[in-house]
T-cell receptor
Framework: SQTIHQWPATLVQPVGSPLSLECTVE??????LYWYRQAAGRGLQLLFY??????ISSEVPQNLSASRPQDRQFILSSKKLLLSDSGFYLC??????????????????FGPGTRLLVL | GENVEQHPSTLSVQEGDSAVIKCTYS??????FPWYKQELGKRPQLIID?????GEKKDQRIAVTLNKTAKHFSLHITETQPEDSAVYFC???????????????FGKGTKLSVIP
């Protein structure tokens, strides 16, 4: 079965410091990968998604970036954190079209999340 | 792009009563509509989903209905229990920019409180 991991689970960082959050998926190949941010008591904001190694699409222009150095690894980074970057960061994966029947390709499964507090 | 509206934002029901959450979407090409449940401090969990070729789907106390013509879909929870208390998100598929890429556009969520 498939498993998605995220670390760290929680992080407290000062304003202006760098950030690196990691997400890995096990038990599948060529997944679509997604990064979401959820502010306290709010909805899910899509930040980035990737359909393959080195292929990143950005949904919201901001001081964050993403990379996919390996098929099942997705990294969210920042060079300088802002107070507004605080939130719950969720990684998600979905089967890639053609890997499974089209009926299931859009289902997204979320990781446990990283809670980030910028002070 | 796709736009998903979700109502109500908060909902309180007595234990044993039914709860209904409604969502509308804008993109007539959307064909997949999942519902997620998020308990406090935890990840969203898929609870039920429906495809555009189906009008209704049930799983025990949970059901989802879809009206493609009106572009709206609803989550129905019967015989609510305190453990149903959570935030519920609806979503609709939208096409990404890359080949084979799909995104989910989420509603803003409904906080359901089941009062014992």
């Amino acid at each position: 079965s498939q498993t998605i991991h995220q670390w760290p689970a929680t992080l407290v960082q000062p304003v202006g410091s760098p950030l690196s959050l990691e997400c890995t998926v096990e038990g599948t190949s060529n997944p679509n990968l997604y990064w979401y941010r959820q502010a306290a008591g709010r909805g899910l904001q899509l930040l980035f998604y990737s359909v393959g190694i080195g292929q990143i699409s950005s949904e919201v222009p901001q001081n964050l970036s993403a990379s996919r150095p390996q098929d099942r690894q997705f990294i969210l980074s920042s060079k300088k954190l802002l107070l507004s970057d605080s939130g719950f960061y969720l990684c998600a994966w979905s089967p890639l079209r053609g890997q499974r029947s089209q009926q299931y390709q859009e289902t997204q499964y979320f990781g446990p999340g990283t809670r980030l507090l910028v002070l | 792009g796709e736009n998903v509206e979700q109502h109500p934002s908060t909902l309180s029901v007595q234990e044993g009563d039914s709860a209904v959450i409604k969502c509308t979407y804008s993109d007539s090409a959307s064909n997949y509509f999942p519902w997620y449940k998020q308990e406090l401090g935890k990840r969203p969990q898929l609870i039920i989903d429906i495809r555009s070729n189906v009008g209704e789907k049930k799983d025990q106390r949970i059901a989802v209905t879809l009206n493609k013509t009106a572009k709206h879909f609803s989550l129905h929870i019967t015989e609510t229990q305190p453990e149903d208390s959570a935030v519920y998100f609806c979503a609709a598929t939208s096409r990404g920019s890359g080949a084979g890429s799909y995104q989910l556009t989420f509603g803003k969520g409904t906080k359901l409180s089941v009062i014992p």
